[in-house]
């Protein structure tokens, strides 16, 4: 190949990124990286580990935004299929730790339900797009299948977060692909009704971090002191918040797993309300560029996938700053981008390099 | 082509409806932003300062110091009660959450006892008002050092220097110093209905008996206060302000260790006790109760097993007889006896009555016999003294009647308490009609007067009030209350500080008649006399009187073995005297339960004590004849 040839190439992998998101995400990240800093007691281990996995899911988020959406869309059924075996092996023969049967031992510990964040979305969108030209209430049903299989696998681990997140990823999936809007406020108002139902259902931990979501200071030394702690530290940091690296919550180790899930009461202690509103107008900028994609691509599979994957990374960090600050329950969810921790932002990071896929390759579709 | 048309309509018709889902979308994600900055909006700006304070609370403990608690001395500054440090490994009860975990990991470190772990549990159960709880006390440089370095591995445990109490004047002081122990939660209470909690934030031991508990609030001091920028762990990081504690005050005392010393020994295996008053100031110079037990068992807390065998010995080495030990006065009441007749007139010194060797009531046939069988035959009021005549006692006491004998010793302190700076002081009892008919709703009757006249029947006193008594014939009539401490010592001067003398009545007695009586006392220690052994060779004169108590003194409900039944019929040997007889600067009373004869057992007891307090003499090679003696039979 000739140099020439290569500078090409080489551009051309560039050419699939959407600036506007490469931005956004960037100025996440940089954020993410002086908070990490901070949260971990100024660790430059800490942070160069940081810093690498920024890198790795960088890189993997190009080279999905360079995979054209249709042989993405093939990949769909395959993934679907591997995690759906894959939950069967968890619900026969799976690890049980700290009471649930979430693991599953493939020569290294696997969690196949993170799979499956991805993979049901993709199968959905696949089949919708297979059957793009006769779309029926018939296909709706099939994707509700599609949807309930891992769901209800999930929920019986149990692990009623990820059960949530998945479900809410297929709901959108068939919310984008136009279910009536009969059946959604019918099975609205059916979930609120059985509420009390599934309170029966659930585990004694789980009915615990409920009440204790209702009321933090019935257990104080508990799960409560999560959520205690993370609120006075969010609450402290006022208006303009108390500086980088001078949160007392932050530095005193009176938060609870402050590179991770909790990073988030960390950068409201040290940059308050201000900072909480530049990291939420960020956030609202990758949502707003994800569904404007979706709205303008050209096939169903990547107007389902843009829309839901936007539409799911928006639920992660409503669902992660709703937890630090006190107004949902304790679930195990990393805030997009800032939390410390490689798969979740190298899956966060493939999903977006997805969106611009099909942002970028809609013009090669069309010609 | 209707088809395709059809087709296509729909399309656009598809994407017209997944546009405007992607709105419905935007709108949703909108919606709960906008509930997630409204929820940011009431922490940060509008709870901000409650949050605020919340974090400050949790970054900030005060953090209380203990004071420094006075030291006790006796009168020649010997230290009696003294404060040294230590390492102990504490756990923050409130910041562990599975305390059985910690101290298995403590345990893996520092060696730590089952008995430890047990004393742990009764203080964490006796004192939950507290937050630190020791574990173990007292540990070696190497434990510190160990348990220092894995400090980040055991959160809500803390290595403490701690200040600790010591007694190193030996189990015949615990009766006078006490002992302090760990603050319980009815000491709490106390405390916090005295106002009293945050002059004792740090303190983890309070004053439980003896000088400890009556002077607790001037030996223990005030808290101060540190502001510590501390970790969730309750690590502390750095020291913000502080106030610094107020130190207890020192205690002087009165009391001559070297004396008390010597009247323990002189005692040698016999239980009693002994106190020594000076007259001139009712200072304490000696405080004896035999047996004694050993003051550091407590303050950390005693184990269950010594705690049993001390309070459960027959011997009764936890009561403090000088105090509660109450016995009949016996043949010790005659100098008062005495007086009384002259001061209220029933007597001149002169009168001389005929003993035939007992008393019989107008009237009746009944014998109330003198001890010595044959009668002492003419016996005037001198005489009646130095022989200790019971006869002529019968009939005095039957003379004056109770009532009139009651209010007399009563002026004495008979029956009240001496007021002494010590808690628990027992009142003894000096019986009057009034008194029985209260007490048993029956009327007196007048051999109850009889044996009154000789210290028997109900009269009941404590050596302390006893010697109380001999201090005011001692000092012409000044009944002074006893005290221990004579001086504190001014934190901040350093000075001591004299404490006033407490003098509640000066009893008007006629110079003549206080005289006679002193004589008649002095006159016992001389040849003759029923005491005069005990001063055989003194270079000073004493005056003193025996007595023999027939009655046990203490509670009877326990077992003895044969050899202790006989031994415990015996009579109790009791001594009260003062030298030097012409200008008394010490008075003594000694009591020895079981002893026998006040004059064989008792009074060389009180001459050990005279000699080392008037002359510097220490009677070693004595205490040891008698220990040898007592063991041979």
């Known amino acids: 190949m000739s140099p020439r040839r290569i500078s090409y190439r080489f551009k051309s992998i560039f050419k699939h990124l959407d600036g506007i998101l490469v931005a956004l995400v960037c100025c996440v990240l940089i954020i993410s990286a002086t908070v990490v800093f901070s949260a971990s007691g100024q660790s430059t281990a800490r942070l160069s580990g940081h810093l690498m996995n920024m890198a790795l899911a960088l890189g993997i988020m190009v080279i999905m935004a360079n995979i054209p959406p249709h042989l993405l869309a093939r990949v769909g059924p395959v993934l679907y299929g591997v995690g759906l075996i894959l939950l069967l092996g968890v619900a026969l023969f799976g690890e049980v730790r700290n009471g649930a049967r979430r693991w599953i031992y493939l020569g290294f510990a696997f969690q196949p339900s993170e799979l499956l964040k991805l993979a049901l979305p993709l199968m959905m969108a696949w089949y919708f797009q297979r059957n793009e030209a006769i779309l029926g209430w018939k296909h709706h049903a099939i994707g509700a299948l599609l949807l309930l299989l891992p769901f209800l696998l999930i929920m019986r681990q149990p692990d009623l977060g990820t059960a949530m997140l998945i479900g809410a990823s297929g709901f959108y999936l068939l919310f984008f692909a136009g279910l009536s809007w009969k059946i959604i406020v019918g099975g609205g108002t059916l979930a609120l009704a059985s509420l009390p139902l599934v309170w029966n259902v659930m585990h004694d931990y789980q009915r615990q971090r409920v009440m204790t979501l209702l009321d933090p200071s019935s257990d104080p030394l508990g799960a409560g002191y999560h959520i205690i702690q993370s609120s006075i530290a969010i609450g402290s940091g006022g208006f303009l918040g108390d500086g980088w690296m001078k949160g007392t919550q932050n530095q005193l180790d009176f938060i609870p797993e402050r590179t991770t899930d909790f990073i988030f009461a960390v950068f409201g202690e040290e940059f308050g309300y201000v900072g909480a509103l530049v990291l939420m107008i960020l956030y609202m900028g990758i949502v707003a560029r994800g569904l404007v994609i979706a709205a303008r691509a050209s096939t169903l599979f990547g107007r389902l996938m843009a829309g839901t994957i936007s539409l799911n990374f928006f639920t992660y960090v409503f669902v992660n700053m709703g937890m630090v600050s006190g107004v949902l329950p304790v679930v195990g969810v990393p805030l997009p981008l800032m939390s410390y921790g490689g798969t979740a932002m190298i899956t966060l990071l493939l999903g977006l390099g997805m969106v611009m896929s099909v942002g970028t390759h809609r013009q090669l579709n069309k010609s | ?633």
């Open chain 2, 1 to 633: 082509m209707m088809k395709r048309g059809f087709q296509l309509k729909n399309l656009d018709q598809e994407l017209a409806q997944f546009q405007a889902r992607v709105i419905v979308g935007a709108v949703f994600v909108l919606v709960l932003a906008g509930i997630l900055m409204g929820r940011l909006f009431y922490l940060q700006v509008i709870q901000q300062q409650h949050y605020h304070l919340l974090a400050e609370n949790n970054r900030i403990a005060l953090v209380p110091v203990a004071p420094n608690r006075g030291l006790i001395v006796d009168r020649n500054e010997r230290i009696l009660a003294e404060n040294y440090s230590a390492y102990t490994v504490e756990i923050v009860v409130d910041k562990v959450r599975n305390i059985k975990k910690i101290i298995a990991d403590i345990g893996q470190l520092i060696e730590i006892t089952p008995a430890q772990i047990r004393h742990f549990r009764k203080l964490q159960a006796e004192s939950h008002e507290f937050e630190t709880v020791p574990l173990k006390s007292k540990l070696t440089d190497q434990e510190v050092a160990i348990l220092a370095a894995n400090h980040y591995r055991l959160p809500g445990v803390e290595v403490k220097s701690r200040l600790f109490r010591n007694y190193q004047a030996g189990p015949g002081m615990a009766h006078v110093v006490g002992f302090i122990g760990r603050i319980n939660d009815a000491d709490l209470k106390r405390l916090r209905a005295a106002k009293l909690g945050q002059s004792y934030a740090g303190s983890t031991h309070i004053g439980k008996v003896g000088l400890e508990q009556s002077y607790e609030k001037v030996l223990h001091g005030r808290a101060g206060f540190e502001q510590m920028e501390t970790d969730s762990g309750g690590r502390s990081i750095r020291i913000l302000s502080r106030i610094a504690p107020v130190s207890g005050s020192d205690v002087k005392l009165y009391l001559d260790a070297k004396l008390q010393e010597i009247a323990e020994q002189a005692f040698g295996d016999f239980r009693g006790s002994l106190v020594a008053l000076d007259p001139k100031t009712g200072g304490v110079l000696a405080l004896v109760s035999r047996p004694g037990f050993d003051p550091n068992l407590f303050v950390d807390g005693i184990d269950a097993d010594t705690w049993k065998e001390l309070n459960g010995s027959p011997e009764f080495p936890m009561v403090n007889r000088a105090l509660r030990g109450i016995y009949p006065p016996g043949s010790t009441i005659k100098p008062f006896m005495a007086l009384a007749g002259l001061e209220l007139g029933f007597r001149t010194a002169s009168d001389t009555i005929s003993d035939p060797g007992y008393y019989s009531l107008p009237g009746s046939s009944h014998r109330y016999r003198d001890w010595k069988k044959q009668g002492h035959g003419a016996v005037d009021m001198h005489k009646a003294v130095v022989q200790s005549c019971d006869t002529y006692f019968y009939r005095l006491a039957v003379d004056m009647g109770i009532d009139k004998t009651h209010d007399f010793l009563a002026r004495f302190g008979f029956g009240s308490k001496s007021g002494i700076d010590l808690q628990g002081e027992a009142t003894g009892l000096l019986p009057s009609k009034e008194w029985k008919m209260q007490r048993y709703k029956k009327p007196w009757l007048l051999g109850e007067t009889v044996i009154a006249g000789i210290g028997q029947g109900y009269h009941l006193t404590t050596p302390l009030q006893l010697a109380t008594a001999t201090a005011m014939l001692a000092n012409g009539g000044r009944r002074i209350e006893p005290k221990l401490v004579q001086a504190i010592r001014d934190p901040v001067t350093r000075r001591w500080v004299a404490q006033p003398v407490a003098v509640r009545e000066q009893v008007a007695l006629q110079p003549a008649h206080l005289e006679m009586v002193r004589q008649a006392m002095a006159d016992v220690l001389k040849p003759g006399g029923t005491a005069s052994a005990a001063a055989a060779g003194a270079p000073y004169a004493i005056a003193g009187k025996t007595g023999t108590a027939q009655v046990v003194g203490i509670k009877q409900n326990a077992k003895y073995d044969a050899k202790n039944i006989l031994k415990q019929h015996r009579d109790h040997a009791l001594f009260i005297a003062f030298a030097p007889a012409e200008a008394p600067t010490i008075a003594v009373a000694v009591l020895v339960e079981n002893g026998g004869h006040g004059g064989s057992t008792a009074a060389p007891i009180a001459r050990a004590v005279f000699d080392y307090y008037l002359l510097g003499k220490l009677p070693v090679v004595k205490h040891k004849e008698i220990a040898i003696e007592s063991a041979a039979d």
